[in-house]
């Protein structure tokens, strides 16, 4: 079993010492500690630090950090990292929040961590909700905009013109901005004869 340390700061002017010096004093080798200077707008798996990390990681080890939210840029995010590393059979223990699954009341912490984490999605979701409602109660459209009809009509007869003169439904298709489905699709909506493959 090896102690493996993980430390993260949100900007190059952080300095991430008392994170380093709190791994060292659980038994991590200065060697084994990795590290990322990155804000929190990527998920943790994404990150070059914790990425090295889990590739290095094996079976039996467990990965120390300062506390859990170094793991993650949300509670969601820590969670989804912690099962990332239980289901590789590496486990995690935060030293100043006192969370090791290992024990009776880590395993509670991290109950507590899953309930709190699905609560965040729900809000997030809500507050998703929410402004979709808003916007859309204030004339904003989704989806894909309208096809102008005038101008499915023109590409449609290129296509169709150059189809004519012996070009691939795929080579025709491609000089109006089309795939060949978006080809075939407009062509079957016109009742247009189909060209000879």
Do not use: C
Request: positive net charge.
């Amino acid at each position: 079993m090896r102690l493996l340390g993980y430390t993260r700061v949100s900007t190059a002017g952080q300095d991430p010492a008392l994170q380093i010096e709190a791994v060292l004093a659980e038994g991590v080798e200065r060697r084994d500690i990795f590290s990322d200077v990155t804000s929190g707008t990527k998920d943790a798996i994404h990150r070059p630090g914790m990425k090295s990390l889990l590739s290095y990681a094996q079976a039996g080890d467990t990965v120390v950090v300062w506390r859990v939210d170094r793991l993650g840029r949300s509670l969601v995010d820590v969670l989804n990292t912690v099962n990332l590393l239980r289901e590789r059979e590496v486990s995690i223990r935060s030293v100043s929040d006192g969370i090791n699954p290992d024990t009776t009341s880590g395993r509670l912490m991290l109950g507590m961590l899953a309930t709190l984490a699905e609560y965040e999605r729900e809000l997030i979701a809500e507050r998703v909700n929410a402004g979709i409602a808003a916007a859309k109660a204030q004339g904003t459209k989704f989806g894909r905009p309208p096809v102008d009809p005038e101008v499915v009509s023109q590409k449609l007869s290129i296509v169709v013109d150059e189809r004519a003169k012996g070009r691939s439904a795929e080579q025709a298709a491609r000089l109006v901005g089309w795939s060949r489905a978006t080809f075939y699709r407009h062509l079957q909506r016109s009742r247009l004869p189909h060209p000879p493959e």
